[in-house]
């Protein structure tokens, strides 16, 4: 390992902890094409900061026209990679295309190289990719292409994609990546790109969300979350289909059903990654999260005299939760807006610090029976100090309430819930997560009324039952140990 990498890999580990206590989503995508030459740059900016949310590691601007095609990428926030000067680079009068990321990472490490988009010289010219999610049959493919001769720069899962739709020398961009749609598995959204056109595609399962956006003046975006599009100024068209290539160029919007399509989108965008100002796959995030408070109050009422939620992610389903109750809501803790993930306690004894000075109880829940709702537990150990914070602050009971079912099983998809052996409820039952964050009581939504919150036929819900849609990696131990697991 070279001296930078090994800087920047202690920077990465220094600035996110492994293994937080929410799970944490994987990264943004988003690609535009349009016909006139514009500032794509500051377009494609846009958008991946309203992406920040899935992914803070790094992030990067591929943009294209004419002859011309540059790259600017880094480890940090959009706010951080991207100033002025840094999109100057970016800006050149011919362009028309590109395509944009934020990241987090699990395969592949945190460093710079492994940032993406990515690129790659072939027969059909420079080609940039970028993608949400993971492909579970990456190593094998990558082991293959290397048996082969191949030669690998990064340690992610979208080199392999590239590396897959150059090696189709024979067929046109389009053709390729819809061959290679066909050999890659797993759960993932994917944005493409060479100088004349985007290309978007979903896998099979529809595991992670890409939505279609049109400008009003001409041209097409392609974007992680409907959100990203209301901020660039284009409007909601679709959602693109589970198997389906969709490709954005002169000749405007073109699609072929590459895949037969077998919707079960992640349950987690609802419970808790997706900004809540819009529909995936049709079903509007908000209101899902305010029926799985209501859900949960109707599975799992409790005697009390307040309803809080934790912020941000729990206060959608603590509304829910009161309005189907009865019982008041009330902002009980405070969020701190300039605790974010800069935040790095100096020594492991003032850890517990760090929950303190990210929320602050409020003087309503003191002397009263508080209910308490997020999202989820993960290890339970932030949970267990927000209970505490509200003790301190005088409250007399604290009953949880969580909007997503144990977390028992990892992630193959996308997503960052932790090691197994992590998690909190793989390996304790209800009653000892219950003890260990120090409640009066503990409750979890159903996987059934979860489904029925959310409101679609099917959704991925692996991490809570194990079983995985889009299937597992090969050869994984965990997948072999899911059996074995036993929850009391
Ligand atoms: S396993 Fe869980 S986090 Fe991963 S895609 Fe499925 S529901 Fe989402």
Request: contains cysteine.
């Given at each position: 390992?070279?001296?930078r990498?090994?800087?920047?890999?202690?920077?990465?580990?220094?600035?996110?902890?492994?293994?937080?206590?929410?799970p944490?989503?994987?990264?943004?995508?988003?690609?535009?094409?349009?016909?006139?030459?514009?500032?794509?740059?500051?377009?494609?900016?846009?958008?991946?900061f309203?992406?920040?949310?899935?992914?803070?590691?790094?992030?990067?601007?591929?943009?294209?026209?004419?002859?011309?095609?540059?790259?600017?990428?880094?480890?940090?926030?959009?706010?951080?990679?991207?100033?002025?000067?840094?999109?100057?680079?970016?800006?050149?009068?011919?362009?028309?295309?590109?395509?944009?990321?934020?990241?987090?990472?699990?395969?592949?490490?945190?460093?710079?190289?492994?940032?993406?988009?990515?690129?790659?010289?072939?027969?059909?010219?420079?080609?940039?990719?970028?993608?949400n999610?993971?492909?579970?049959?990456a190593?094998?493919?990558?082991?293959q292409?290397?048996?082969?001769?191949?030669?690998f720069?990064?340690?992610?899962d979208?080199?392999?994609?590239?590396?897959?739709?150059?090696?189709?020398?024979?067929?046109?961009?389009?053709?390729?990546?819809?061959?290679?749609?066909?050999e890659?598995?797993?759960?993932?959204?994917?944005?493409?790109?060479?100088?004349?056109?985007?290309?978007?595609?979903?896998?099979?399962?529809?595991?992670?969300?890409?939505?279609?956006?049109?400008?009003?003046?001409?041209?097409?975006?392609?974007?992680?979350?409907?959100?990203?599009?209301?901020?660039?100024?284009?409007a909601?068209?679709?959602?693109?289909?589970?198997?389906?290539?969709?490709?954005?160029?002169?000749?405007?919007?073109?699609?072929?059903?590459?895949?037969?399509?077998?919707?079960?989108?992640?349950?987690?965008?609802?419970?808790?990654?997706?900004?809540?100002?819009?529909?995936?796959?049709?079903?509007?995030?908000?209101?899902?999260?305010?029926?799985?408070?209501?859900?949960?109050?109707?599975?799992?009422?409790?005697?009390?005299?307040?309803?809080?939620?934790?912020?941000?992610?729990?206060?959608?389903?603590?509304?829910?939760?009161?309005?189907?109750?009865?019982i008041?809501?009330?902002?009980?803790?405070y969020?701190?807006?300039?605790?974010?993930?800069?935040?790095?306690?100096?020594?492991?004894?003032?850890?517990?610090?760090?929950?303190?000075?990210?929320?602050?109880p409020?003087?309503?829940?003191?002397?009263?029976?508080?209910?308490?709702?997020?999202?989820?537990?993960?290890?339970?150990?932030?949970?267990?100090?927000?209970?505490?914070l509200?003790?301190?602050?005088g409250?007399?009971?604290?009953?949880?309430?969580?909007?997503?079912?144990?977390?028992?099983?990892?992630?193959?998809?996308?997503?960052?819930?932790?090691?197994?052996?992590?998690?909190?409820?793989?390996?304790?039952?209800?009653?000892?997560?219950?003890?260990?964050?120090?409640?009066?009581?503990?409750e979890?939504?159903?996987?059934?009324?979860?489904?029925?919150?959310?409101?679609?036929?099917?959704?991925?819900?692996?991490?809570?039952?194990?079983r995985?849609?889009?299937?597992?990696?090969e050869?994984?131990?965990?997948?072999?140990?899911?059996?074995?697991?036993?929850v009391?």
């Amino acid at each position: 390992m070279s001296m930078r990498h090994a800087i920047e890999r202690a920077r990465a580990s220094a600035a996110v902890p492994r293994w937080p206590d929410k799970p944490r989503e994987e990264c943004g995508v988003v690609a535009v094409h349009v016909p006139r030459p514009l500032d794509i740059a500051a377009l494609v900016h846009l958008g991946l900061f309203a992406l920040q949310h899935r992914g803070q590691e790094s992030c990067g601007i591929c943009v294209a026209g004419g002859d011309e095609i540059r790259i600017e990428k880094d480890m940090g926030l959009v706010t951080e990679v991207f100033t002025e000067e840094r999109l100057d680079k970016l800006r050149f009068p011919a362009a028309r295309t590109g395509i944009g990321h934020t990241r987090y990472s699990t395969t592949g490490s945190s460093l710079r190289f492994n940032a993406q988009p990515l690129t790659v010289r072939s027969n059909k010219g420079l080609l940039a990719l970028a993608h949400n999610g993971n492909f579970t049959n990456a190593k094998v493919l990558r082991d293959q292409m290397l048996g082969e001769g191949a030669v690998f720069q990064t340690t992610n899962d979208s080199e392999v994609m590239i590396n897959l739709v150059a090696r189709y020398a024979h067929l046109s961009l389009e053709d390729a990546t819809a061959r290679v749609m066909g050999e890659v598995e797993g759960g993932f959204s994917v944005v493409l790109m060479d100088r004349r056109r985007v290309l978007a595609l979903r896998d099979r399962h529809g595991v992670r969300p890409l939505v279609i956006g049109a400008f009003p003046d001409g041209g097409y975006v392609f974007a992680s979350e409907p959100g990203a599009l209301r901020v660039m100024g284009a409007a909601f068209v679709r959602d693109v289909r589970p198997g389906e290539l969709v490709v954005a160029d002169d000749r405007g919007l073109h699609s072929r059903q590459v895949l037969p399509g077998e919707p079960t989108p992640c349950a987690f965008e609802w419970i808790y990654f997706a900004r809540g100002d819009g529909a995936l796959d049709g079903a509007p995030v908000h209101a899902a999260r305010v029926r799985m408070g209501e859900v949960l109050a109707a599975e799992a009422p409790a005697d009390a005299d307040l309803v809080v939620g934790v912020p941000d992610s729990g206060l959608a389903a603590a509304l829910g939760y009161s309005r189907r109750s009865g019982i008041p809501y009330d902002i009980g803790l405070y969020k701190s807006p300039y605790a974010g993930r800069s935040f790095i306690a100096p020594s492991p004894h003032l850890r517990d610090q760090k929950v303190r000075l990210k929320l602050a109880p409020t003087e309503a829940v003191a002397g009263r029976r508080v209910v308490l709702v997020d999202d989820s537990i993960v290890r339970g150990t932030t949970s267990g100090r927000i209970v505490q914070l509200l003790r301190d602050a005088g409250a007399l009971e604290v009953h949880f309430r969580v909007s997503s079912p144990p977390i028992r099983f990892p992630c193959f998809y996308g997503i960052d819930t932790a090691a197994r052996q992590e998690l909190a409820a793989a390996t304790m039952g209800v009653e000892a997560i219950r003890e260990r964050i120090g409640a009066d009581s503990l409750e979890f939504i159903s996987e059934s009324g979860l489904s029925r919150a959310i409101g679609l036929s099917r959704t991925c819900l692996a991490c809570f039952t194990g079983r995985y849609p889009a299937g597992t990696p090969e050869g994984d131990s965990e997948k072999a140990s899911f059996e074995q697991v036993t929850v009391g």
